[in-house]
Each structure stands twice: as structure tokens, then as C-alpha cells.
């Protein structure tokens, strides 16, 4: 479903990817983590045809994003999901209107049944009885779970999260990380996860791949993360030696190793 070929990507002078080649197969969700500043998210914005690259493919079910029309583009979008990390809700409108956005925007379904649709969704991330708060009313984990009610509304094909768990404590988080889980489950869509939930977004993902200097250092299933001696690997999952300060990840030991 999506295949990046030889990605290249600069801003000013910074090269934020080098080279960066990922493929993430049909109906199956990858883990993407690295170093703050490796260019996570903004493979996200470029899988999403928000960022062009300088150089390189990206290929959704086939068709690269870099090279199409405006209106193939367009249609490539209609089919992804995106969550952002904020959770990106309209101040303004309530939470049944702003999931029911993208079906106003997108479809010529009628108002009634956007607003069915709507409630149903809600129903699913367990927001029925908010559907006319406003984000302002709403607690950090509702916020996701609107934001990932208004994603789902469109049953995209492809979901990209961007930090779903960010500024959350770590039940709610965890709770977030089942409820995507679940919702892969009900719609089976290709997805791809940015995280620093290591190693608990393992339980959920089928792959892993690792960001370093601006292409995928190590990429394949959650065992191949959880048996490495990569010092690298290592100390993303925090299981560093004694010596090392073994079972919590030491920032400036980590910070050393990404630098080598």
C-alpha cells in the first residue's frame, strides 16, 4: 500500500532525509520511531501530500504522490487518515460538528445521515454523550478519541497517527493505543504510528522501523527490536546494561549513542 523509493527532503541546511527508503504492506501498521528532529512527522506530512520531496517516490497503492495531477492528488488524500498530534478539533464547533466536517466537506450524504454517521463514530471511540461539547470541555484523551472519530469518518484506507499518545498520562495513553488497535480491527486500514511509546506500541503494530540520519536504520517485526544488541535499538527500548543504567532510559547516554 505504500512504498517510499530513495526519499530526499531539505530544509534550509538541514537534509532531513537521505536516501530514506520504507515500505509498509497492505492492511498491516508500522511503528516509526527515532531521535527528535529525525524527520518523523514530516514523512507523515509527505505520505499525506502535504510536503513534496526534493527527490524520491512515495507510491500509495501505486501512484506517486510527487507526480500526479492535482486532482489525482486530490483523490489519494480522500483515502488517508490523519491524526494529528494536537488532535487539530475546530475550536468553534462542537464535537459531533467537527467530526461530521469532513462529510460535508467530501460527500453529498445528506444532513441527517452525516449526523447519524457521526454518531456513530462517536459511539465507537466511546464519546457518546460529548457530542455536543466543545474541545475547550473536553479532557486530553477525548480530544484523541474526536480527533480520531473525525479521521475514521471517511473509513479511510490509510491512517498515519502523529503521536497519539502525546501529553497524556500513561493509562489514557495506553487506553488510546487500544482504541487504535480496535479500530484497525473493525476497518483493517494500512497504518503507520509515530511514538515514543517504546516498547509498549510493540503489543500493537506489526512492524517497527527506526529513523537515524535521515534513512531507515532498522526495520522489521517487534522481535527483531526486542532481541537486539544494536546499542542503538538498545536505547530506545531502555534496556541498557547495568552499567548503563539498565531498565530507564538515560538521556545523555542516549543522546552519546544516536550520535555515533
Excluded: W
Excluded at 81 to 95: K, N, R
Excluded at 144 to 158: F, G
Excluded at 186 to 210: C, M, Q
Amino acid at each position: 500500500m505504500i512504498l517510499i523509493e530513495n526519499l530526499y527532503k531539505k530544509f534550509g541546511a538541514n537534509q532531513v532525509f537521505k536516501g530514506l527508503s520504507l515500505r509498509v504492506p497492505d492492511g498491516k501498521v508500522i511503528a516509526l520511531i527515532g531521535g527528535s528532529g529525525s524527520g518523523k512527522s514530516v514523512l507523515l506530512k509527505h505520505i499525506a501530500g502535504l510536503i513534496r520531496a526534493d527527490r524520491g517516490r512515495i507510491l500509495l497503492d501505486g501512484k506517486d504522490m510527487n507526480s500526479i495531477n492535482s486532482r489525482d492528488l486530490a483523490a489519494l488524500r480522500s483515502r488517508i487518515g490523519f491524526l494529528f498530534q494536537g488532535g487539530a478539533l475546530f475550536d468553534s464547533m462542537t464535537v459531533l460538528e467537527n467530526v461530521a466536517f469532513p462529510l460535508h466537506e467530501k460527500t453529498k450524504l445528506s444532513a441527517d445521515r452525516i449526523e447519524q454517521r457521526a454518531l456513530e463514530e462517536l459511539d465507537h471511540v466511546g464519546l457518546s454523550g460529548s457530542e455536543y461539547k466543545y474541545p475547550s470541555q473536553l479532557s486530553g484523551g477525548m480530544v484523541k478519541r474526536a480527533a480520531l472519530a473525525r479521521a475514521l469518518i471517511t473509513d479511510p484506507e490509510i491512517m498515519l497517527f502523529d503521536e497519539p499518545t502525546t501529553g497524556l498520562d500513561p493509562v489514557t495513553g495506553l487506553s488510546i493505543l487500544r482504541l487504535i488497535d480496535s479500530c484497525r480491527r473493525r476497518l483493517s486500514f494500512t497504518g503507520i504510528i509515530v511514538t515514543h511509546e517504546i516498547p509498549r506500541v510493540f503489543d500493537f503494530v506489526d512492524r517497527v522501523a527506526l529513523i537515524k540520519d535521515g534513512v531507515v536504520y532498522t526495520e522489521g517485526g517487534t522481535e527483531v527490536f526486542l532481541t537486539s544488541e544494536d546499542p542503538l535499538i538498545k536505547a530506545f527500548l531502555g534496556t541498557l546494561s547495568d552499567e548503563e543504567d539498565q531498565g530507564e532510559q538515560n538521556p545523555s547516554k542516549f543522546d552519546e549513542v544516536v550520535k555515533r
